[in-house]
C-alpha cells in the first residue's frame, strides 16, 4: 500500500463512506476506485483534484506530501 493509497482509505474512513459512495461521486465503480485504494492503479489527477474538493483537503495532503489537511 502505498502512502496515497493509504491516506486515501484513512480520509474515506474518517468521513464514514463507503467505497461505493466515493466512487459514485467521482462517476466509477466501486471495484475502480478499491484499485486506486490498494495502489493497485495510480489515482488520475482529475479524481484527485475532485476528492480533494468534495473532501476540503489539500491534494498534499492526499498525496501524502503533507499531513496538513488544508493548504
Known sequence: MTC???RLRDT??????TQSQIAAELKTTQQQYALYE????????????????FYGVSTDYLLGISDKRTA
Open 38 to 53: 490498494s495502489g493497485k492503479r495510480k489515482l488520475p489527477i482529475d479524481m484527485l483534484i475532485e476528492l480533494s474538493s
Open 4 to 6: 496515497t493509497s493509504k
Open 12 to 17: 474515506r474512513e474518517d468521513f464514514d463512506l
